[in-house]
């Protein structure tokens, strides 16, 4: 690769970049004139984000509306455990794409119709690279580590744990069958973003799941949704 | 994005494949005329490649030379667990890139210099979507799975599964932990992907891993490398 064709990558890279952004502000702009909350839920494969979110919907089900927009790279399988579960829920396919992106949201958004003064949950592509450097206009990311996967991972995919400001590490219950130090884990996490808020939870065993909810209860209060027409 | 764009974006992600491809085929046929037999490793982060690796550079110590080429995307953590282990092993750092290409392995190749008749182990960035798309030269894709991820992450992540010659199922003793069915789970990957050879295994524990082993054996082999010069 010479020197032309490695900077007309890079301009191309800025290109998508900028042009996802402006979509995600607009998304930004929708959801904050709606009065929703809208998080980015991202992990690795099979770290538990919708089994969190199947547990989120039982427990908050008299508190808050909830919503969801899935991705995979095939099958419907999550938006069919969300509708179970009780709530509406879009599917995105992404085919050979390794992440979402705001024009998807965006696409979503407009078949999901997510009621005013409610909250959005994106459950991203299963991968810690590339979703983390893509806006989706989203209020918060929100990372969930397995403790299966080894305390190191946020220093190995840094891009992931910088962006994000909630870090959910989850399946505490399997840490007596593990050589895992959670001290540690939160300790390399803090070192690549030291303001990030870290969580231990096992959504199989429901443990820990109480700060998670007071933080949500937070930040949709904080948005005025305690003063919506029901 | 209109149209324009879209047909802009394709044709240049088939130039990047297209430019990859052909250093890949470069590297194929730099390790075919060294009597070489490389392998790319990839999985989720955190499903155990370096585990697997550190077990197979111990036990095949006496019958093979192993060189290991390392990607994360920061760290160099995994090289010095592969070099404490006893083998050679460069690492590739690769910013905010998602997977390896077949010109940083190519790169990384000249550093490492492996013997003549051997066994080369790239360990992918861990990510199981986007190291399916990049060909580095190898003579074989090798996934690993682990119990903790869930059943269906092949029918979600098919590319992936599509790709590979080899399935190892690892961390097969935290499955009396877990609700997981292994053998659904095989059934899930042949589904897409029919000639898929799984295998079961515990890198923590060593179950399992003489299937593995036997593999290996009969690929170094095929290579002729019994006839080697010491």
């Not at 799941?209 to 949704?225: H, N, S």
Request: hydrophobic share 45%; with cysteine.
């Amino acid at each position: 690769m010479n020197d032309h064709t490695a900077s007309h990558i890079i301009r191309f890279e800025q290109n998508v970049l900028a042009k996802n952004d402006l979509m995600a502000e607009r998304n930004r702009g929708w959801f904050e004139g709606r009065g929703i909350l809208a998080l980015n839920l991202m992990s690795s494969p099979g770290a538990g984000k919708t089994t969190l979110l199947e547990c989120t919907l039982a427990d908050l089900a008299k508190e808050v509306r909830l919503s969801v927009i899935e991705g995979d790279q095939e099958t419907v399988r999550d938006a069919e455990r969300i509708r179970r579960a009780g709530a509406r829920a879009i599917q995105i396919n992404t085919g050979s794409g390794c992440h979402l992106d705001a024009q998807m949201v965006s696409a979503a958004l407009r078949k999901l119709a997510p009621p005013a003064h409610s909250l959005v949950i994106i459950e991203n592509v299963g991968n810690l690279v590339c979703p983390a450097l893509f806006d989706l206009g989203e209020a918060e990311k929100v990372v969930i580590m397995s403790v299966t996967e080894g305390e190191d991972k946020p220093l190995k995919y840094p891009h992931m744990f910088r962006a994000a400001g909630v870090m959910l590490i989850n399946k505490i219950d399997l840490i007596p069958h593990l050589e895992f130090d959670i001290e540690r884990c939160a300790q390399f996490a803090r070192e690549v973003n030291p303001k990030l808020e870290i969580m231990h939870v096992s959504a199989r065993t429901r443990e820990g799941l109480d700060p998670w909810y007071q933080w949500l209860r937070t930040r949709i209060e904080a948005l005025g949704v305690e003063s919506a027409p029901a």
